[in-house]
């Protein structure tokens, strides 16, 4: 049955976000005394839950990561912009919205960071309803899937949800739908990762993506 309605991740689904997010890590860590972090500490940051990775890395509580994560999130507005479209995003939305499929986002990154970042880049109006994550970090992938699915009034077995990572992966699961994973962000790298997983497709470009839904959705 082919997809009426597709969720998709943010970061390393839509957009690489990294330099915007690296720049605010660095300055927030800085602004907290915090120890400096290597690069490849760093791009770990870029797409799981932020105050999940101070927890991780610092060894914060949940009240202190939440403190933390906040304090990015306010920090990260002034590189906000400092990302970029991966290459063909934006035509396979236009694609998408003239076959009349109903299109959303999902993301863990804040709901007015996200909203701001979709504006500016051209894909807010190509949507039909996209949510962030909370302040209070009390909102999970699954359960911002789930009120995408609400808004999108989606039929489960033509739902899919699209993302780079092992959160996406669950949001999906959680919610009884598809998942499509890309290997262009920050989670996934290979096909071996997703071997034995609930996973639909694997794609490791755009256009690669692009021609499996145009047959699905002929």
Known sequence: MSYRFILFDLDGTLLDTS???????????????LK?????TLKSFVGPVMQESFMKHYSMNKDQALKSANLF????TKSLFDAQLYDGILKLLKELKEK???????TNKSHDNAMKILDKFGILALCDFAMGSDL????????????CLNKLDAKKEQTCLIGDSEADLNG????DIDFLAVLWGFGFKNKDE?????CKAVFESVNKLSEFLRSENA
């Open 19 to 33: 330099c915007g997010v690296i720049s605010a890590v660095k300055k927030t860590c800085k602004a907290l005394n």
């Open 36 to 40: 400096a972090l290597d690069e490849k």
């Open 73 to 76: 999130r306010e920090i990260y």
């Open 100 to 106: 009349d499929v109903k299109i959303a986002v999902a």
């Open 136 to 147: 209070k970090g009390e909102l999970k992938k699954a359960d911002i899937v789930k009120e």
């Open 172 to 175: 999906a699961l959680a919610n």
């Open 194 to 198: 997703l071997l034995n997983k609930q």
